[in-house]
């Protein structure tokens, strides 16, 4: 090979070389590999534990109200005659006299009557179309109901004389007074109060006792600031608040009528009649043959 073959070869091994170190130059290099960063696991969370039912506690707003009410029984003072004829709807003590209220049409009436003896000493008669109800007294004037017409009638109380009539809705039952105004049943457990001289309803109450509504208010009576009431069909009296309803006290009289005593079947237990200048306290009922004075023993569970 001559002198310039070798010159001219070794510049083209030369010129490769270069070549090739610049083409490494430009490879970059391996990144490194990464190391895995350790995340924290998370500590599990703590199980729930379940807490047993919470049983309501009651307070003021659901409890159920378990007041006992005391109950009076009774013993007999005096036992008097009494008309068997009689259907006896109101009952009234006034001035040393009973008045009182008839029912049944046909037969309704109010009537004066003797205590001692039983004797009617003076009697009106309601025409056959009404049914007598309730009786009261009112100054100078006695007032009664009739059951299903609507309708009561005004008295003088001396001559019995008519003065007036009043309409009322729905049915009548028992009348009394607080000296402020009338003081009338239906038959519910509504108590209405009317005024004395309008006789318009201006009021009512709902009774009741500690378990629910008192149905079947029947003959009224207003005694040292409380309200008696027959309950129609049972041998029992309610003494109940005039302010808010509630009965305050139960009077049982089973037993009061021997059986023994009665010469025609009789009726229920109705008429209460206070003599409150002496403290007397009255009681009978339809078609029975005696009026009792009676005085109340309260029970001793009471």
Known sequence: ?????RLLLACWLLLIGFSTACATAHIPAPLPTAVPTAVATPAPLPTATALPPVTPTKGADTAVSSVQVPTYTYQIINAYPHDPNAFTQGLVFHRGVLYEGTGRNGYSSIRLTNLETGSVLQQRDLGAEYFGEGITIWQDRLIQLTWQSGVGFIYDLTTFAPLGSFSYPGEGWG?????????????TDVIRFLDLESLAENG????????????QLNELEYINGEIWANIWQTNTIARISPQTGQVVGWIDLTGLLNPADLTQPADVLNGIAYDANHDRLFVTGKWWPKLFEIKLILEPSS
């Open 1 to 5: 090979m001559s002198s310039f073959n």
């Open 175 to 187: 009348l009394t007074h607080d000296d402020q105004r009338l003081i009338m049943s239906d038959g």
């Open 204 to 215: 009512r109450i709902q009774v009741h006792d500690q378990n629910g509504p008192v149905m």
